[in-house]
């Protein structure tokens, strides 16, 4: 962040504010994480800030601290509403465009509030008078860290800070194992601890809170995953069905794309899930290397996301959009093999 943001940003948090903060559409715990640290911050400094999801996320996200504050708008419309329009500030933290925000982004363009963006997305629209984007960081959470740093504040993260922190940072490195997780940031998970974070506990929220249901569809994605070798790519099918026989709840499929990218020599691994609601098939683009899933998100699946990491969506079949995907992968044989 430039020092005229800073200087921009301290002089509209001089005196109590009243302020909205924003994780995209199906939040993650870097959403999630980093809207509750900057929230619990905010409150520190008098103002009046609530945090509104665009609708709900899933239950191993429901122990962090100050959690049962948000609120979903999905759920609570005129609320969200009422409390959007009387912001003076919004913060959108972990996106990049508002059309990640679903529905609630024509309410959100409406707002005369101040936006200040903190997110670690390629591509950013221009839609922030105050713009905190660096593409290299590992996640939301290690930019709100600088973020209260850069305002002077470090000596003010407590314990509840630093465990949602932590925990959005070890999120989205697979627990610290992508590429984006530098030297930096493991002084910044180091700093955490020592203000109150507890690794063991917050991993076992995270990760040991599995449903057998949720282990048997993970067997069935399994079963369902086809290699193609040719293109050192793999790809795993979940249809409404299966979803429905293994008892689907929201999150469940999270981190499964990530076992098609553990096969050996493999470089691009993706994983189709159809949507129970709704007609269309959503979509998580995982690499290794240069390999680029935001391109090919971008171009193919209007979707997006990192190098390494993307999604998007099709509104075709289960059926035709693996046909399209098999028909698209002849044009990355070069990158790919
Ligand atoms: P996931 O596959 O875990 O849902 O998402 C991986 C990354 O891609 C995340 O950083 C997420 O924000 C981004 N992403 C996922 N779906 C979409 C999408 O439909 N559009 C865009 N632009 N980004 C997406
Ligand atoms: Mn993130």
């Known amino acids: 962040m430039n020092e005229a943001d800073i200087q921009g940003i301290k002089t509209v948090l001089q005196t109590p504010k009243n302020i909205v903060i924003i994780p995209h559409r199906n939040p993650d715990g870097d959403a999630i994480g980093s809207t509750l640290a900057l929230w ?3 409150k520190k400094g008098q103002h009046n800030a609530t945090i509104i999801a665009p609708n709900d996320y899933p239950e191993f996200l429901k122990w962090m601290p100050g959690e049962n504050e ?3 708008f999905d759920y609570e419309k005129d609320r969200a509403k009422e409390i959007l329009n009387d912001a003076n500030v919004i913060f959108t933290l972990d996106f990049n465009d508002l059309s990640r925000i679903g529905d609630m982004a024509t309410t959100v363009s409406d707002c005369k509030a101040t936006f200040i963006m903190i997110d670690h997305h390629q591509q950013p629209s221009d839609y922030a008078k105050f713009m905190y984007s660096d593409t290299s960081m590992s996640s939301t ?14 000596a003010l993260i407590n314990a509840e800070m630093a465990t949602c922190m932590y925990t959005g940072i070890m999120t989205d490195t697979g627990s610290f194992r992508f590429k984006a997780t530098t030297s930096t940031t493991h002084r910044i998970i180091a700093n955490l601890m020592d203000k109150g974070a507890e690794n063991a506990s917050i991993h076992n929220e995270i990760y040991d809170t ?16 086809v290699v193609l070798e040719a293109y050192s790519t793999v790809y795993i099918t979940i249809s409404k069905d299966e979803l ?11 981190g499964f794309v990530n076992y098609g990218l553990s096969l ?4 691009f691994a993706a994983i ?10 959503k979509m998580s683009l995982r690499s290794k290397g240069d390999f680029s899933v935001n391109e090919f998100a971008r171009a193919h699946f209007n979707g997006g996301g990192h190098t390494n990491a993307a ?8 059926e035709k959009t693996i046909e399209k995907f098999i028909k698209i992968l002849p044009a990355y044989k070069e990158e790919l093999s």
């Not at 959470?141 to 470090?154: A, K």
């Not at 999604?311 to 289960?318: L, P, Y």
């Open 40 to 42: 619990h911050y905010l």
């Open 70 to 72: 948000i609120v979903k």
């Open 141 to 154: 959470c290690e930019m709100v860290y600088n973020f209260i740093s850069y305002l002077g504040d470090e």
């Open 210 to 225: 599995n449903r057998l249901s949720r282990l048997q569809l993970l067997g069935c994605a399994l079963k369902n995953l």
């Open 244 to 254: 429905v026989r293994y008892d689907f709840k929201k999150g469940d499929t999270e």
């Open 264 to 267: 050996k020599g493999i470089k």
């Open 272 to 281: 189709f899930i159809e949507n129970l609601q709704e007609p269309y098939v």
């Open 311 to 318: 999604g998007g969506r099709s509104d075709d079949s289960m």
